[in-house]
């Protein structure tokens, strides 16, 4: 084979262009006696190809015994976590419960709504009345800013 020939064949091989052809000629070449002493480098490449061809994989398999019981143990323990977690659960609902005996705002005698309605209100508008206290302060806060700064 040509030498020029070869090396075109190797830029080829590794930009991923030959063909299966094109492969075959490297591997004739590379697992021939006469390499040039420059392309020494890719026998390897070449001549590993050649050797694994040959080769024959013979494969036992065996399951062992103790697989089939750790699958049995996963099972078992998986359905053991499964239980606790569903203890838990249940549980926790059991005793989180909170008796709800407030009234709910139901009343048969319209006075008695009203003064409730009236405590309800009143309530509110001290909680709102705190909010606004605090939004004036920042109001004056605001004016004194304008005063100094003079925006």
Not at 74 to 90: D, N, T, Y
Not at 117 to 122: D, E, F, G, P
Not at 139 to 149: M, R, V, W
Request: aromatic share 10%.
């Amino acid at each position: 084979m040509e030498l020029n020939k070869i090396e075109m064949l190797l830029e080829k091989y590794f930009e991923g262009q030959t063909s299966i052809h094109e492969e075959k000629e490297l591997q004739k070449y590379f697992s021939s006696a006469d390499v040039a002493p420059h392309l020494d480098q890719y026998t390897p490449i070449f001549g590993y190809f050649s050797q694994a061809a040959t080769l024959e994989l013979k494969q036992e398999t065996q399951v062992p015994t103790i697989v089939k019981g750790r699958k049995r143990t996963k099972v078992w323990l998986s359905i053991a976590a499964s239980i606790v977690v569903m203890l838990g659960a249940g549980t926790y609902v059991y005793f989180d419960k909170e008796v709800v005996s407030q009234d709910l705002g139901t009343y048969d005698n319209p006075e008695v709504a009203m003064k409730e309605t009236q405590k309800a209100l009143a309530m509110l508008s001290s909680h709102v009345n705190v909010g606004i206290e605090s939004v004036i302060c920042l109001e004056q806060y605001e004016d004194s800013k304008k005063l100094i700064f003079k925006q």
